[in-house]
């Protein structure tokens, strides 16, 4: 048991899983059907921190494309099943990440708020076996609004607190994000930041209170530093 440090929020895509790639391949494939392109720099530059459905809402905003509720589900649906191909068989998480994750759960309550849909994220923890670990998983669809909107970090600790039975402090439990967009999120929710340069440098992960280079590069000891100098 760490001495400040109360629990922990993972983000996935870009943290735990590195499957952001797989999912611009994914998205760009299904675009393409639509004669719509979607450049990698678009991708990282303004669409990465959305939601599977806000990304799509947000290119046809920007590039007015008229698009119903049912046409934006059925790209999202295809997507979702080109990712699927692409992961197959692929080992998508970080170095580092289970043994982190393992000895964090082994300290704190940990939990995952992310964008990712359920499905996708289930079927990576269940294959790495540390889907037990996560006392709550706050994917696609469980808040009204995505990152970054604190709502999916809000009710992530929320759920957290339920499952410990503990009364936990914000100000002593820790996010671990890899883009501005997560990072906002976060600190909405009043959890302390920590940022890993997987998806960005660390000049564009703005709002860390750390960062590092990844999970393999993250000690508890460095989380309940934070949480202590800040508590």
Known sequence: ?????????????????????LHLRAFQQTLADEQIELTGRDYYSRYLGYDDVGLVQ????DR??????????ALVARKGARLQQLMRGDHVLFPGAVD???AAAASVPIAIASG???????QIVEAAGIRHLFAAIVSSGDTP????SPAPYLLAFERLRI????????SRSVAIEDSRWGLES?????????GVTNSYPAAELEGAELIVDGLNALTLGALDALCENHA
Do not use: N, Y
Request: proline letters at 6%; aromatic letters at 4%.
């Open 1 to 21: 048991m760490t001495g400040s440090l109360q629990a922990i929020v993972f983000d996935f895509d870009g943290v735990i899983a590195d499957s952001e790639p």
């Open 58 to 61: 947000a290119l046809a905003a």
């Open 64 to 73: 007015h494309i008229p698009m119903s509720d049912r046409e934006i589900t």
């Open 100 to 102: 982190f994750i393992r």
């Open 116 to 122: 990712a849909l359920r499905h996708e994220i289930e």
């Open 145 to 148: 609004q995505s990152k970054p």
């Open 163 to 170: 499952a410990s039975g503990r009364q936990l402090d914000p």
């Open 186 to 194: 976060a600190r909405g929710a009043g959890l302390r930041c920590v």
